[in-house]
């Protein structure tokens, strides 16, 4: 019964949720890695490497500008995607 009726109605929702979420969680960890409290130093984050194109903004702005364009480009996309799942039910 669980598998029939409830998981079919149940999994939509958290689809969806999860889906909205990831924006949230990609803003997160990149202020994190920002603050300099992320990922340790042989790893790569998106938020670690705009803090470290501070210091070059006069010579090399574009070092700064392409992780956080990519940072926004795929927090828009998730949201976007969440907006859509929602709006069509859950269903893919």
Not at 20 to 33: H, K, N, P, Y
Request: net charge negative; glycine share 10%.
């Amino acid at each position: 019964m669980i598998r029939r009726h409830v998981l079919p109605n149940v999994l939509a929702p958290i689809v969806v949720s999860a889906s909205q979420s990831l924006g949230r969680f990609l803003i997160a960890e990149s202020v994190v890695s920002f603050l300099g409290f992320g990922i340790p130093e042989p790893g790569a984050s998106w938020g670690k490497m705009v803090y470290e194109g501070i210091d070059r903004m006069r010579e090399g702005w574009w070092v700064s500008l392409w992780p956080a364009l990519a940072i926004a480009v795929c927090v828009t996309a998730a949201n976007l995607l969440g907006d859509a799942l929602r709006e069509d039910g859950g269903a893919a």
